[in-house]
């Protein structure tokens, strides 16, 4: 089934010259592949390890290599690979199969270069999943989940920053004054946009903090999902402004998370990574001893994360499916939607219960360049196109609100010049991720 909403412009791609699709495809992919090759390696040479893992660990290089071969010497994308281990995603190969079958059948054969960026990125990590998954002892490993742990580790200040401001604001209880919940809601938006760094107003190109306070500010007891984007201290900070509806506000009374169910984009969160991060910020001896942490932040810590805690043992923190969901069982369209090569502008086609699960939110706020890729198409809209244009057919369905640093090409809802103005002073403004966009549209 071909796509069946395109946007009048074309899609990112990795033929086009200076174009950061060529420039990922080119550095950034062989360089993430390499880094699982490496850490195979490392595995391989660890002195308790058995003759059937060494084997496997082997046959994973190669695979790997030839992938790496393939993308540098653009290649025609091979059809994913139906193993006999497949219990799960039923039809998730099929989509990605059928696409390329679909182009070689029409003649514009899918290489590396000539897919969309989009498209070839989400083959990417599709196909590695396939290796892993056929294996023995590498079903569920997730070749990303240390580097996610260490820099959560290493973002203990802000952190604790984090855990501190809450535990102040608790301690003022419920604000009323809706001035007061005004600038909270501000405040906790741009800690989930930008994490633990602090940017001006002249960073924001398009700013809807203000519009979608129009929209939230007469909520009560509602239900808002975040669809997640990375792990460690974003995971963190979504928490948080997740805690703040829950707690101090009068807005939510349930907050649901949507993962990724396989390793993708390297960092995006999964179901473990949802479970371990509660769990390590529970053990007082995950930041280690080196500038241990004052009493008072601990407890702080403790009493924030113990509330997270009760609040997904009684749902008013729902992961979208089963937190104890292992990688490789299903998750139905509701989860598979997410890592499916398709842009958002698909979801009422291919995953038409997921449509009517956002449905019931009075607020869905997607996370990261990713999803803005997504929801936006990934395509070359001039700049002073309005986010709702360039929603395409998602417009009013739901409503929107996406929160995103620029690190990819598309952009949409700039003034008229600005982006000359930054192509001038900062060329590398679209992708260097020190920009963003927060970007609403509410439902029809
Ligand atoms: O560096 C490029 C890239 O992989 C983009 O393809 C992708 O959009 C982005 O990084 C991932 O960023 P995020 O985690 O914010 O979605
Ligand atoms: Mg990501």
Not at 245 to 266: D, E, G, M, N, R
């Amino acid at each position: 089934m071909p796509v069946s909403w395109q946007p009048p412009f074309e899609p990112s791609r990795a033929s086009q010259a200076h174009s950061f699709a060529r420039e990922s495809t080119i550095h950034r992919w062989p360089t993430i592949v390499t880094g699982i090759i490496d850490q195979l390696n490392k595995l391989n040479n660890r002195v308790h390890v058995t003759h059937d893992e060494v084997a496997e660990g082997k046959r994973l290089i190669e695979q790997l290599a030839k992938l790496v071969y393939e993308m540098r010497h653009d290649r025609a994308l091979a059809p994913l690979q139906v193993t006999g281990n497949r219990t799960t995603y039923p039809d998730d190969l099929d989509q990605y199969n059928d696409e390329i079958e679909h182009a070689e059948t029409s003649g514009s054969r899918l290489t590396w270069f000539s897919a969309s960026w989009l498209f070839a990125e989400c083959y990417l990590y599709r196909r590695i999943r396939c290796l892993f998954e056929q294996l023995k002892h590498f079903q569920s490993f997730d070749p990303f989940a240390q580097q996610k742990i260490d820099t959560f580790r290493s973002s203990k200040d802000g952190i604790m920053a984090l855990a501190r401001t809450m535990k102040q604001l608790i301690d003022k209880g419920r604000p009323t004054d809706k001035d007061v919940l005004h600038a909270d809601w501000v405040a906790m938006i741009e800690v989930c946009l930008w994490g633990n760094v602090e940017r001006g107003k002249e960073f924001f190109l398009h700013n809807d903090i203000n519009t979608t306070w129009n929209h939230v500010k007469t909520f009560s007891a509602e239900r808002f999902d975040i669809v997640l984007d990375n792990s460690g201290f974003e995971l963190f900070s979504d928490l948080v402004f997740a805690d703040w509806l829950v707690t101090l506000s009068p807005f939510a009374s349930q907050v649901v998370f949507h993962p990724k169910l396989i390793p993708w984009f390297v960092s995006d969160v999964q179901p473990h990574d949802f479970k371990l991060t509660l769990e390590v910020l529970a053990d007082s001896t995950f930041f280690g001893d080196d500038e241990p942490a004052s009493e008072s932040d601990k407890m702080a810590l403790k009493e924030m994360v113990t509330r997270w805690q009760k609040y997904v043992d009684e749902g008013k923190f729902k992961l979208a499916v089963p937190v104890d969901l292992k990688m490789g069982e299903g998750g139905g369209e509701l989860a598979d939607f997410w890592t499916s090569p398709w842009p958002f502008t698909e979801m009422g086609n291919r995953a038409p219960q997921l449509l009517k699960e956002l449905q019931k939110s009075s607020l869905v706020i997607f996370k990261g360049d990713l999803n803005y890729r997504k929801l936006t198409s990934d395509a070359w809209w001039p700049t002073t196109t309005s986010f709702d244009e360039a929603i395409g057919p998602l417009r009013g369905l739901f409503p929107i609100l996406s929160l995103r640093t620029c690190k990819a090409d598309v952009c949409v809802g700039l003034e008229p010049g600005k982006a000359e103005e930054l192509d001038e002073k900062e060329p590398k403004w679209r992708v260097n991720g020190k920009y963003a966009v927060v970007s609403f549209c509410p439902a029809a």
